[in-house]
C-alpha cells in the first residue's frame, strides 16, 4: 500500500466522526474529520509529512506554516520529511492573534519575510482560516506560493479567487462517510 493510501486508511480509522457538529465557520455540519487523532498520532503522522512533501514536489519554497493549531503537526512532519530526504526546510506558526508580551511576533520560528512559503492546513472548509494566515504572511512580507492542506472540505473555490494554488491530498469523497 502507498504511504498515500496508507494515510487515508488512517484518516478513515481514526478522524472521521459522524453526528452533527458546529464547525469553525460557524456552518453545521453532520460529520466532522478530527485531523489531529492523526497529525498527533504516533502511528500515522510519520506518513503526513512525505505524502505532504510529494503533493507539493514541483513547487518552490523553503519554508511552511498555518495558523496554529491545525497547521502546527503538518509542518512540523513536513519539516522531519524534508530532513529525511536530505533538504532543508523551515517552519512557522501563524497565531490566531498578535502577542503582547515578549517579542510581540504574529508569526513564530524563522523569519519569513522575502521567502517563498507555503501556507498549511489540516483540513480547510470555508477557507476563511487559512486566508487568515495567508493575509498575516503577506503582511510580515512572504511571498505565500500555495495553500496546502491533507483534506479538503469545500474551501478550493476561495482559495483559488484569491490568486493561490490549492493543493489538497484529499477530498471528502475520498472519505468512508
Ligand atoms: O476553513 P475554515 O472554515 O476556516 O475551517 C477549517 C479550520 O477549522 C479547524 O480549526 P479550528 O478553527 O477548529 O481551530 P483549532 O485549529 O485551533 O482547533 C481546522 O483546523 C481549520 O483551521
Ligand atoms: O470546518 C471545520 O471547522 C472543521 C471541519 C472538520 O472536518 N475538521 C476540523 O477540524 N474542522
Keep these: ?23 469553525s465557520s460557524g456552518q453545521e455540519a453532520d460529520y466532522y474529520v478530527d485531523l489531529r487523532r492523526v497529525t498527533l498520532d504516533g502511528e500515522a ?3 503526513v509529512g512525505p ?3 510529494d503533493a507539493v514536489a ?8 498555518g495558523l496554529t493549531l491545525g497547521a502546527d503537526p503538518v509542518a512540523a512532519a513536513m519539516v522531519h520529511a524534508a530532513h529525511a530526504r536530505g533538504r532543508r526546510l523551515d517552519a ?16 513564530e520560528g524563522p523569519d519569513v519575510r522575502g521567502r517563498r512559503v507555503l501556507a498549511l ?11 487568515t494566515a495567508v493575509e498575516a504572511l503577506r503582511e510580515a512580507g512572504a511571498e505565500v506560493v500555495a495553500v496546502a492542506l491533507i483534506l479538503d472540505r469545500g474551501a478550493r ?3 483559488e479567487k484569491e490568486g493561490l494554488e490549492y493543493r489538497a491530498v484529499f477530498q471528502v469523497s475520498d472519505l468512508e462517510i
Aim: net charge positive; charged share 30%; aromatic share 2%.
Design 45 to 47: 503522522a510519520p506518513l
Design 51 to 53: 505524502v505532504m512533501l
Design 1 to 23: 500500500m502507498s504511504e498515500r493510501d496508507e494515510l487515508l486508511r488512517q484518516i478513515n480509522d481514526k478522524a472521521v466522526v459522524r453526528g452533527k457538529v458546529i464547525l
Design 92 to 107: 512557522f506558526v501563524v497565531r490566531k492573534a498578535g502577542k503582547a508580551h515578549g517579542l510581540q511576533k504574529r508569526i
Design 121 to 131: 492546513e489540516d483540513t480547510s472548509t470555508t477557507g476563511g482560516s487559512v486566508l
Design 157 to 159: 473555490e476561495r482559495v
Design 58 to 65: 514541483d513547487l518552490g519554497f523553503d519554508a511552511v506554516g
